[in-house]
């Protein structure tokens, strides 16, 4: 058995490209039999200091002779380029770790590898949370191009002391929450961050799909821009327009500002997953409170949910080696090792998800309960450059009163379309 430790630097685009070139294609280790089937695996690391996933690969290139994992860490922000660009020139790794938005760009130019067969063949799929399936197809197909990873869903956080001192009630519905967001506002405080600065897409997009709109229908058409959702959209950009409940420098915040505002109580609420659930509970204490994302109607419904899972390339002559790797990290222990890490999300299997560890917080088990309700962004090709460049300027628009919520509206769909 071998137990093999390489992770290699952050590099440049075409630094990653000579190193990886005969990574998806060539002969490996284990190609004349004389040792295992050497891969290599690109990933990203939400935490740079913990260890989890060298751990992974040492375990399981230690477990069997036949596959040997090596793996390639590049940062987030360089990430999804260097992916595109390595899956252009065949020259990238023969797995990966990916976002679900990411596979408009990959699947339908065949980047990556349909995996329906090796998942139809795989004993551990019916583990998978049934609706997390949908998160590796492209609108309308069955294929699918990603194995379920790592999830999360988005919520409302809100502080308990606040909401008391005025006699409100946590929002249920969207106009609870403009309600409470209007009554916060006063006295140097203010009622929630609109974050319409980076990252800011995912709050949007939670909001969107809680009030009713959607992105795309089941046929796949883009429908962002319907009646419903320019309604749910003008109610969002109201916060700022009308109400005035938003801080200064809302319109172009980031999820660093909107956490410090929130921690130093200049809002009363806050939108975020629960990697911040921790952190507050430490800081609030018993004046932390939780509630799913409010709805149009007050009754339960959608979030944004977010999967980070793995894909293999379609370069890669080693898929059967590359399927052993990927769906090994998407078994029970790997699973709950992951999920438990500093870096970890949401696990995606009811085995683990029906574990003390996600059941006893009644506060995590919002964001744990929203995981076969949530929507995740449509796997549109279009979806990159909207969240990527032309979201930030657009709903800033509509902040301003420079674009109405329809204008808004049309011309992001008309990025997707």
Not at 172 to 191: E, H, I, K, M, V
Not at 220 to 238: F, K, R
Request: with cysteine; hydrophobic share 40%; net charge negative.
């Amino acid at each position: 058995m071998r137990n093999t430790r390489r992770i290699l630097p952050a590099v440049t685009l075409l630094g990653v490209a000579a190193l990886t070139a005969g990574c998806a294609g060539g002969t490996s280790p284990g190609a004349d039999g004389d040792g295992p089937v050497e891969i290599t695996y690109w990933l990203w690391q939400d935490d740079a200091t913990d260890g989890t996933w060298t751990d992974l690969a040492e375990e399981f290139n230690s477990s069997q002779d036949d596959v040997e994992v090596v793996l390639e860490t590049i940062p987030l922000d360089q990430y999804q380029n260097q992916l595109v660009s390595s899956a252009m020139n065949g020259t990238g790794p023969d797995a990966a770790r990916s976002k679900d938005w990411w596979l408009g760009q990959f699947a339908p130019q065949g980047a990556i590898a349909d995996l329906t067969s090796y998942v139809d063949g795989w004993e551990g799929s019916d583990d998978v949370v049934d609706s997390l399936w949908d998160t590796g197809r492209l609108p309308g197909s069955d294929e699918v191009y990603m194995l379920p990873h790592q999830y999360t869903t988005l919520y409302l956080y809100y502080r308990v002391d606040y909401f008391e001192e005025l006699g409100l009630e946590p929002p249920a519905s969207q106009q609870d929450l403009l309600d409470a967001a209007a009554a916060l506002t006063g006295d140097g405080r203010y009622g929630i961050d609109v974050r319409g600065g980076a990252g800011g897409q995912d709050q949007w997009l939670a909001w969107m799909y809680a009030g009713g709109a959607s992105v795309v229908d089941d046929e796949g058409e883009i429908v962002l821009d319907d009646a419903e959702a320019v309604a749910v959209n003008e109610d969002y950009l109201s916060i700022v327009t009308d109400l005035q409940a938003a801080p200064p420098g809302s319109i172009t915040a980031a999820f660093a500002d909107v956490k410090t505002n929130f921690v130093e109580g200049l809002t009363g609420m806050m939108i975020h997953h629960p990697g911040s659930l921790k952190e507050l509970q430490g800081v609030f204490g018993d004046d932390l409170g939780v509630v799913p994302i409010p709805t149009g109607d007050g009754e339960p419904g959608a979030t944004l949910g977010s999967m980070s899972g793995n894909v293999i390339m379609e370069g890669s002559d080693k898929k059967d080696a590359a399927w052993a790797w990927i769906s090994w990290l998407s078994e029970e222990a790997q699973i709950e090792k992951m999920s438990a890490s500093p870096q970890g999300q949401l696990p995606v299997l009811e085995s683990v998800i029906d574990t003390d560890a996600y059941t006893s917080d009644p506060q995590l088990a919002v964001a744990v309960d929203a995981i076969r309700t949530a929507k995740t962004w449509p796997a549109l090709e279009g979806v990159a450059e909207l969240a990527a460049k032309e979201w930030n300027p657009l709903i800033q628009q509509g902040f301003q009163g420079e674009a109405s919520s329809q204008d808004v509206l049309t011309k992001m769909a008309d990025v997707l379309r």
